[in-house]
Nanobody, 116 residues
Framework: QVQLVESGGGYVQPGGSLRLSCAAS????????MGWYRQAPGKQRDLVAT???????NYADSVKGRFTISRDNVKRTIYLQMNSLKPEDTAVYYC??????????WGQGTQVTVSS
């Protein structure tokens, strides 16, 4: 069994920063693309950013220039550095990974609240 465990969410004022982490654990042979998604109340879950094993990144237009996704393959961990946060960034942020044998795996989510 594999797990994705997110951490780093919290409450921040507009313009502030947060850093999310997501670590994969279990018997894992290889992890392909990993990424972050978010879901605001009453809305669908949307892509925030993804990163391939080789480090190729993709971002939603709404976060380009403010968020940075990175990855440590040895630690099986991805990060999301979020700067210049806005109230509209408020959501539950979910980690996702395409893991060999297991397929698409989701974390439990971490709440990010941006408010003054």
């Amino acid at each position: 069994q594999v797990q994705l465990v997110e951490s780093g969410g919290g409450y921040v004022q507009p313009g502030g920063s947060l850093r999310l982490s997501c670590a994969a654990s279990g018997t894992i042979y290889s992890i392909f693309t990993m990424g972050w998604y978010r879901q605001a109340p009453g809305k669908q879950r949307d892509l925030v950013a993804t990163i391939t094993r080789g480090g190729i990144t993709n971002y939603a237009d709404s976060v380009k220039g403010r968020f940075t996704i990175s990855r440590d393959n040895v630690k099986r961990t991805i990060y999301l550095q979020m700067n210049s946060l806005k109230p509209e960034d408020t959501a539950v942020y979910y980690c996702n990974a395409d893991i060999m044998v297991y397929g698409n795996v989701w974390g439990q989510g971490t709440q990010v609240t941006v408010s003054s």
